[in-house]
Each structure stands twice: as C-alpha cells, then as structure tokens.
C-alpha cells in the first residue's frame, strides 16, 4: 500500500517535444504529491507539486495531471530541452507523517 | 538563504568503521528527513526528526543506525560498524514547521565503505 509506481524508466525525447512521465500510488491517505528533478551527483530539487483538490497545475512549461480516482498523476513536460536532460521522480506524501514515497524516477534524454 | 547544507559530500570508510553525517536544515525549518539512495533506484525513507525528538523511525535498519537533531546544531546520522551493503547516498531534506510535506533537499553524502 505504500507503494509508487512511475514508468516508463527511460524516456528519449527530441528538442521541443513533449515528455510525459506517468506515476501511480495505492494508498488513499496520500494527500500530496511533488516531483524531483536530480542532476547527477546532485540531490533532488523540487519541481512542481499537487495537492488532490485540483486536477491540474502548471508552472511554466511543467503540468502536473492528477486523476484521484484513478490514484494516478502524471507530469508533462512541454518545450522539452537538452537542459531538462536529468532523472525525475515522482513521490507521494501524507500531512500526517511527513514523510515521502518515492517512484522508482525515470531518466530523461532530450536529444538537441 | 543557504539551503539544506550536507557535509561532508563524500565519505570513504573501512568496513567496522564508524559513519557520521551531518545536515543543517533550511534556516526557519524544523523538520528534517533522511533518505537513503542506492545505485540506479528512488530514494528511501529512513527516518523523520524535529528538535530533540524522532518522529518516525520506520525506515531505518534495526540495528547500526540511529539519527539525531539536538536543540543545537545539525540533524547527525550515524552507522556504526559499517559494511559494504551501507555503500549509497544519504540525503537529508528539511521542510517548514507549518508544512511538513514540502520538502528541499541537501546535495547529499556519498558514502563508500571499503
């Protein structure tokens, strides 16, 4: 029940296209839900993040699609660039414990 | 506004050596998280602090680990006795008191036990 599933583990993308990253979570209690992006040799920065009252949020060219019934969420990057080049994770959290689950993140190629 | 400090970055250590990490939170933050990450995998939790008190600890080994944040100075966690299997990158988070879910990560520990 505490699982995250995220797929796909790779993703190869061309320059301006659109990346999608899809996550999946079992327990209800979840009420919280962010995405990382990490560089090599770097710790994880946080991206964008949801909360289920909404089914939609966008920041820049980054869009986080949450379906509750579902317990799906997915993040959508537009635009792609050789920048965005990183490992995503997504994760999910409760108010209650604080604590994070995190997918098992998928590596992201931007091709120039 | 310096972020979540970690130190040091990377630790080489013997098998049967002792392992301190060190992390000071995001300044106004009193919550800190540690995370484990091996090799090619996600990050897992391993323990929830605030000042002087473990909140969660279910995510750390029942033996050789143990983590504190005293009043004073930087959240520590320890692993006693270390073994090849410890190898992976410890990363610290901090979140504000008033939302304890919105959290930002340290650079991270590379620890290497040879």
């Known amino acids: 029940q505490q699982q995250v599933k995220q797929s796909p583990q790779s993703l190869i993308v061309q320059k301006g296209g659109i990346s999608i990253i899809n996550c999946a979570y079992e327990?209800?209690?979840?009420?919280?839900f962010p995405w990382y992006q990490q560089f090599p040799g770097k710790g994880p920065a946080l991206l964008i993040a949801?909360?289920?009252?909404?089914s939609e949020k966008k920041e820049g060219r980054f869009t986080i699609s949450f379906n509750k019934s579902a317990k799906q969420f997915s993040l959508h990057i537009m635009d792609s660039q050789p920048g965005d080049s990183a490992t995503y994770f997504c994760?999910?959290?409760?108010?209650?414990?604080?604590?994070?689950?995190f997918g098992q993140g998928t590596t992201l190629q931007v091709k120039p | 506004n310096a972020g979540v400090m970690q130190n040091p970055r990377h630790l080489v250590r013997r098998r049967g050596q002792e392992a301190r990490l060190r992390c000071s939170p995001m300044k106004g933050h009193s919550h800190v998280y540690w995370y484990r990450q091996l090799p090619e995998e996600g990050l897992k939790f391993m323990v929830y602090?605030?000042?002087?008190?473990?909140?969660?600890e279910s995510g750390m080994p029942k033996e050789r680990f143990s983590a504190e944040f005293p009043k004073e100075g930087p959240s520590i966690l320890r692993i006693q006795q270390v073994v090849r299997g410890d190898s992976a990158a410890y990363f610290c988070?901090?979140?504000?008191?008033?939302?304890?879910?919105?959290?930002?990560f340290g650079q991270g520990t590379r620890l290497t036990v040879v």
């Open positions: 988070a901090s979140s504000p008191q008033e939302t304890n879910t919105e959290a930002f």
């Open positions: 994760a999910a959290g409760s108010s209650n414990t604080g604590k994070l689950i």
């Open positions: 602090l605030q000042k002087e008190n473990i909140i969660d």
């Open positions: 327990n209800t209690a979840f009420d919280y």
């Open positions: 949801i909360r289920p009252d909404v």
